[in-house]
């Protein structure tokens, strides 16, 4: 697979892959690994919240620290 970059772009991936002691290829299969991650993360949370049930996390965060005084930095600000 051929794959073309901007000139500016490709001689920034060049310097960290040096600085980093891998090849140029992994760097940038790394890259794309870590951004369609990314992007699987996001869709999995957004399918999360559609199955959430606000009532249900609300009653649990009601019941939540029940009896017992706040901490320090549980400060709402």
Known sequence: MALRLLPSLL???RKVS???GVALNQFINL???EKVSALRTEDYFRERQSRADLGKA???LKRAGKGKPPVAG???R
């Open 11 to 13: 001689e920034e991936a």
């Open 18 to 20: 040096e600085s980093e």
């Open 31 to 33: 890259a794309v690994a």
């Open 58 to 60: 609300q009653r649990i």
């Open 74 to 76: 549980d400060e709402i």
